[in-house]
């Protein structure tokens, strides 16, 4: 039976219908991908699915007591709770007692009055009453699956590890449907890969907004996309999706090009005078009003975005010459003994976790900042385009004409002159929209806009930081033929694997120790050659453990004799070697396999049992080593 169905909904804010008698049914168990152009109305859909969003028409039905939990794109800053009381909030009136009782708990290690004592047994009641105790349970179970502190304060985590928090707050009540929009967005990859681990293993029904394409390659079972107020459903994963999108648009051209087509020869016979629409001829005019009337009511496709950059005349050979350089913050190590050369024509992306130095990184390579030791060579000729993720240069307060055009009504782009609304078009800004300030602009229009103001100055190094949140698919598509198409350099950071993979030829791996690893190719090559460094690592690690213990046993053989191994684990450590071996190649094997773009062509089903597959071996490996190292220990 169906969780929830939509029956022609109709919804509208003044402008063109963002559900235009839109049906769709979601059923238990499904992840849902929902797609679309920025601006097409899938925030208000979700908020629809959410009963946040009253619809102006149609019906909507569900299940009873229908569970449903809705994390929004933005996680509130100001929060000044701990970990804990956050997700109890989620628990409604329970949650509230059981973050009193935690509380006072915990205040009972410095205080021991009566006051404090009769406090928690009052609590203790309470939630006797309640029944409440499996609650407590729960909070402490998320915490252990989520990885979380449940007494750190919300103010003192990252963005990633809040919202993180939030989504365990919308899971404690387990609900049936949970709604995400733009999950991703300003994660690190590494909150990325344990996110879609996370929804990989949730049971419930999943519906989430997001243009990051590897995410949505490795989570979604269903498509569905919203395009001109209606929605369709696609049964497949997002590669196939692409491919049968594609396929879909083209017959649609060719269906209205004959549709046109027949429209214009009704028109041109409608012109022939009163001679041509005898009586026997009313059934063909009526004919035409309705082929008026339908050509009247086709919602066209919304038009792409036509992105250029102005390139500057070639920097030198040299972009950049970096030699052992160091920068510290108040003691903490941010970037440790870099070397680099850049030279003309490089594409790197700089990679690593949030808080990790990669901005930092950029300013160092640019000359924007000193660094505490080493030197920073720049080359000849530079002109820097930088695009800041908190997008600083927008003025808030001015329009989008003002913040692109400074004062002018026209532009020089290429030699040539334009007007600035023209300009502005190009970016998918209507000459209405082109009046708005920056205050009231999406992300994703922001974003265009920070390009738009970006490329009307020549450059030759283009410095792009966090480039891709809030773009829909189409316009990032753009942007990577753009960049390719880039004869300077570009420096890029992106959390963005697709993105990564399909622009940059080198990658900056930034570590925890602020060491900077250079690999080349894209995201991918460099994950293939770390993991091959891990390998080999922890291949060399037996032989310099046991030269280790030989000689903590050597030094101890006097005071401790040596315990002896039992045949069975005799055997066991003789047999884990070659079990290890077996495993490190199967994994290897399923790598390359996972590497190939055909791959991608199987069926959602293999794709995703190759998945598992991948984390059983991982799993069975980490155990392997584990065991191996228990009985060395031995």
């Not at 307060?397 to 600035?420: A, C, D, F, P, Y």
Request: hydrophobic share 35%; proline share 3%.
């Amino acid at each position: 039976m169906a969780l929830l169905t939509l029956r022609d909904v109709s919804l509208s804010f003044g402008g063109p219908l963002l559900l235009d008698h839109a049906n769709l049914t979601i059923e238990p168990g499904e992840r849902i991908a929902l797609l679309g152009r920025n601006g097409t109305g899938k925030s208000s859909l979700l908020k629809v699915l959410a009963g946040t969003i009253k619809v102006d028409d149609g019906e909507i039905s569900q299940l009873k007591n229908l569970r449903c939990a809705y994390l929004s794109q933005e996680v509130p800053a100001n929060i000044e709770a701990n970990v804990f009381d956050t997700i109890a909030l989620g628990l409604g009136d329970i949650g509230h007692t059981l973050s009193e009782y935690q509380h006072v708990i915990n205040a009972l290690s410095d205080d021991h009055s009566d006051k404090l004592l009769n406090r928690l047994d009052r609590l203790h009641r309470e939630l006797d009453e309640l029944d409440a105790w499996k609650f407590e349970q729960k909070v402490s179970s998320i915490l252990t699956r989520m990885e979380l502190d449940g007494q750190a304060l919300m103010a003192n985590l990252s963005g990633g590890m809040r919202r993180r928090v939030w989504l365990a707050k919308e899971l404690i009540s387990e609900p049936d449907l949970l709604l995400l929009d733009e999950p991703t967005n300003h994660l690190d990859i590494t909150n990325i890969q344990w996110l879609e681990s996370f929804l990989k293993d949730y049971n419930g029904t999943l519906i989430m907004i997001s243009h990051d394409r590897a995410f949505v390659q490795r989570i979604a079972t269903r498509i569905i996309e919203l395009d001109r107020g209606r929605l369709s459903s696609w049964e497949c994963d997002f590669t196939t999706y692409l491919i049968r999108r594609e396929q879909a648009l083209e017959a649609e051209a060719n269906q209205n090009k004959l549709f046109d087509k027949k429209l214009s020869q009704e028109e041109t016979w409608i012109r022939q005078g009163i001679k041509a629409r005898r009586t026997r001829n009313e059934g063909r005019v009526r004919a035409l009003k309705r082929l008026r009337e339908e050509h009247q009511a086709r919602r066209e496709l919304l038009a792409k975005a036509k992105i250029n950059v102005q390139e500057a005349i070639r920097s030198g050979k040299i972009v950049a010459e970096v030699d052992h350089i160091d920068y510290a913050i108040q003691g903490n190590t941010i970037i440790s003994d870099f070397t680099a050369t850049i030279s003309r024509g490089d594409k790197i992306g700089i990679i690593g976790p949030n808080g990790s130095g990669k901005t930092t990184l950029i300013k160092l390579i640019l000359g924007y900042l000193k660094p505490d030791s080493g030197t920073v060579k720049l080359g000849t000729q530079l002109e820097i385009a930088f695009f800041d993720q908190l997008r600083q240069q927008l003025n808030e307060e001015l329009s989008v004409i003002e913040n692109v055009g400074e004062g002018s009504t026209r532009i020089e782009i290429n030699n040539q002159s334009k007007h600035i609304i023209g300009y502005l078009q190009d970016f998918l800004f209507t000459p209405d929209r082109a009046q708005t300030p920056v205050k009231a602009l999406s992300g994703g229009e922001r974003n265009r806009l920070l390009l738009a103001k970006l490329f009307t100055k020549p450059a030759n190094v283009l410095v792009l930081d966090e480039p891709t949140n809030d773009l829909d698919v189409e316009t990032l598509e753009l942007l990577e033929d753009l960049l390719l198409n880039f004869n300077g350099t570009i420096i890029l950071v992106s959390h963005d694997r697709a993105f990564l993979n399909n622009v940059v030829t080198s990658t900056f791996v930034i570590d925890e120790t602020g060491h900077v690893h250079d690999y080349v190719g894209n995201y991918d090559d460099a994950m293939r050659q770390r993991e091959a460094e891990s390998l080999n690592k922890i291949k060399s690690q037996p032989s310099n453990l046991s030269n280790e213990k030989i000689k903590k046993k050597n030094k101890s053989l006097a005071e401790k004799k040596p315990e002896k191994l039992s045949y069975k684990d005799q055997r066991e450590l003789q047999d884990l070697p070659v079990r290890i071996e077996q495993l490190e190649t199967a994994l290897e094997t399923l790598h390359q396999q996972l590497a190939d773009p055909e791959f991608y062509k199987s069926t959602p089903e293999f794709i995703a049992q190759t998945n598992d597959q991948l984390g059983q071996y991982q799993h069975e490996l980490d155990q392997a080593f584990k065991r191996w190292e228990v009985l060395e220990n031995k």
